[in-house]
C-alpha cells in the first residue's frame, strides 16, 4: 500500500508547550501546519509537571495552614489527609485544562494533528501516522524525560518519578526521594505537609545545588520545620527490597555505610531529552552527548531543522518552551535573526518560594565579575508581618555602578515579586531606578524597595554623612 503523501510549510514533532505555541502560533500566521505527537497533547507541564505539582502543593499548603489556625487566634483541626481525594483534585484540574490543549482545539485553529509517532526519513520529510510528510521547515519539539541515577538494586524495586507519582490513590507512609533538586524539594513538602514521614538524599552539599548557599539553607530550614530529613553530600548506593519495605543504603560524610527504610521511593535526579526514535540520523541532525547541537538561532545542525523546549535545555521551564516557540517562529518563517533573552526568571514553588533572575553571587564568582550584594530580611515589610509569612530574605546583586546584575527571593509569592527584578535586567536599570518607584503599601512587593533601597544607604559613607551634617548646619544658621 502505497503512504499517502502532504506538503506543509512547518511541521512541529512534539505537542508539548514549545510545540503547541509554535503550532498555533504558525497558523495564525497563515503557515500551513502540521502537528505530530504521540501521547497526549499537553506534554509533562500539563500531565506531569507543572499543573499537577503545584496543584499537590496548594492542597498541602491548605492543610498547613489549618494546623497554623490557632497562630491566626482561631480553631480547626485537620482530618488526617487522604491522597486518593487530594489526587483526585489534581486529576480534575488537569481535565479542566486539558481541553486548551486537545486536538480539536488546535484543529480549530488550523492547525493538521496527526495522533502517532513521527520519525525523520529524511532531510525534509517525516513519516506519521501512514502520511509522508514533506515541509519547508521542520521543529523538534519533543520534551524530556525523567533521568534514572544508576543506583544498584532500582531496577528490582518499584519507584516513582514525576511521570507516575500522581497516579497514586494510596497513602504513603514512609518517602524516600533521591534527589534535592526543584522537583524532588517540592514533592518533598508536599507529602511532608500531606501526612507522610520524607527523607530527602542529595548528593550535592546542599539541595537546591544551583542557588547560592544562603538561598539553599533559608529553604532548608522551612523543611526540617516541616519535619523532613535532609541527607546532603550523600549517594545511594544500593535499593533493596525487604518484605514490605525498602531498605536505602547511603554512605555519610564520615565515609561509614547506614541505611533506613521506606514505604515508597521517588527520583528527582533531573530530565534528560527525549530524542529516542525520531531517526536523527536520517535527517543529518547532529547529537552530542545525548544533547541536540542548536545555534542561537535554535537552528540545529540542518538550518531548516529547529528546536525548542525541554529537548534542548538549558532552563527546562515552561515559561522558557513558549518564549523559544516564538524565537523559532520569527526565525523559521520569517528569516530573521532573533535569539533568546538571557534574562530568565526561575522559582521552585515550595513554602517559602525561592526565586531567581540573573546572577548568582556564585555564578558571578566564576565569571571573575565584580558584584555587590545587598540583603534584607522579608520580616521587614510589613505585609509579611500581617500574614504570618516572615520566612526569606530578598537579595540584589549589582555592579559597582549600581547596575542590576541578579535578584534572588525567598518567601511568600517570590515567584510574582521576581518579575520586577526580571524587567529591570532586561531594561539594564540600576538599583536607584527600583527605589525611586513607589511601591504599594502594604504589598510584599515593598521587598523589592527595600532591598534596592540598601544600595543607596551603604552609599552614605561616614564622610558623606559628615558632609551632609556640616550642610544643615550651614542652611540651619542663615534660616
Known amino acids: 500500500m502505497r503512504m499517502r503523501a502532504a506538503d506543509y510549510d512547518i511541521c512541529i514533532l512534539g505537542g508539548g508547550a514549545a510545540g503547541l505555541v509554535t503550532a498555533a502560533g504558525a497558523a495564525a500566521l497563515g503557515a500551513r501546519t502540521v502537528l505530530v505527537e504521540k501521547q497526549r497533547l499537553g506534554g509533562e507541564c500539563l500531565y506531569t509537571g507543572c499543573v499537577p505539582s503545584k496543584t499537590l502543593l496548594h492542597s498541602a499548603r491548605m492543610a498547613a495552614l489549618i494546623r497554623r489556625a490557632q497562630d491566626c487566634g482561631l480553631s480547626a483541626q485537620l482530618a488526617p489527609p487522604e491522597i486518593g481525594r487530594v489526587m483526585g483534585h489534581v486529576a480534575q484540574v488537569i481535565a479542566t485544562i486539558a481541553p486548551q490543549d486537545s486536538p480539536e482545539h488546535l484543529r480549530s485553529l488550523g492547525v493538521e494533528v496527526i495522533e502517532a509517532p513521527g520519525r525523520f526519513t529524511g532531510a525534509h520529510s517525516v513519516q506519521a501516522g501512514g502520511c509522508e510528510i514533506r515541509a519547508r521547515r521542520f521543529v523538534i519539539a519533543t520534551g524530556s524525560r525523567p533521568a534514572i541515577p544508576p543506583i544498584p538494586g532500582l531496577e528490582h524495586v518499584r519507584y516513582f518519578t514525576n511521570e507516575n507519582i500522581f497516579s497514586l490513590r494510596d497513602s504513603m507512609p514512609d518517602l524516600a526521594i533521591v534527589g534535592g533538586g526543584p522537583i524532588g524539594v517540592e514533592l518533598a513538602q508536599a507529602f511532608s505537609r500531606l501526612g507522610s514521614r520524607v527523607s530527602i538524599l542529595e548528593s550535592g552539599l546542599q539541595i537546591l545545588p544551583r542557588e547560592d548557599a544562603d538561598v539553599a539553607q533559608a529553604l532548608g530550614d522551612a523543611l526540617r520545620y516541616d519535619g523532613i530529613r535532609l541527607l546532603t553530600g550523600v549517594n545511594a548506593e544500593r535499593i533493596t527490597q525487604r518484605e514490605h519495605d525498602l531498605v536505602v543504603s547511603y554512605r555519610d560524610a564520615r565515609g561509614q555505610l547506614r541505611e533506613f527504610s521506606a514505604t515508597h521511593l521517588l527520583t528527582a535526579v533531573g530530565r534528560i531529552p527525549a530524542l529516542e526514535e525520531l531517526g536523527l540520523e536520517q535527517a543529518g541532525v547532529v547529537v552530542r552527548n545525548g544533547q541536540l547541537a542548536v545555534d542561537d538561532r535554535l537552528r540545529t545542525s540542518q538550518p531548516h531543522i529547529y528546536a525548542c523546549g525541554d529537548v534542548i535545555g538549558p532552563c527546562r521551564f515552561t515559561h522558557m518552551a513558549e518564549h523559544q516557540a516564538g524565537i523559532v517562529l520569527r526565525n523559521a518563517l520569517f528569516h530573521m535573526r532573533s535569539r533568546t533573552s538571557r534574562v530568565i526568571p526561575r522559582c521552585t514553588f515550595t513554602d517559602p518560594e525561592v526565586a531567581r533572575v540573573g546572577l548568582s553571587e556564585r555564578q558571578a564568582r566564576e565569571r571573575g565579575i565584580v558584584y555587590e550584594v545587598y540583603r534584607v530580611p522579608f520580616a521587614r515589610a510589613d505585609r509579611a508581618q500581617t500574614d504570618g509569612q516572615t520566612q526569606g530574605f530578598a537579595k540584589l546583586l549589582t ?3 549600581g547596575r542590576l546584575l541578579g535578584a534572588a527571593i525567598v518567601g511568600a509569592q517570590a515567584g510574582e515579586l521576581i518579575h520586577e527584578f526580571a524587567l529591570g535586567l532586561s531594561q539594564r536599570l540600576k538599583a536607584r ?21 540598601e544600595r543607596m544607604k551603604r552609599r552614605l559613607t561616614p564622610a558623606t554623612r559628615r558632609w551632609l551634617q556640616l550642610l544643615f548646619r550651614l542652611r540651619g544658621a542663615h534660616v
Open 399 to 401: 555592579d559597582r555602578r
Open 433 to 453: 531606578d527600583i527605589s525611586a518607584c513607589i511601591h504599594l503599601y502594604p504589598a510584599l512587593a515593598q521587598i523589592n524597595r527595600f532591598v534596592a533601597d
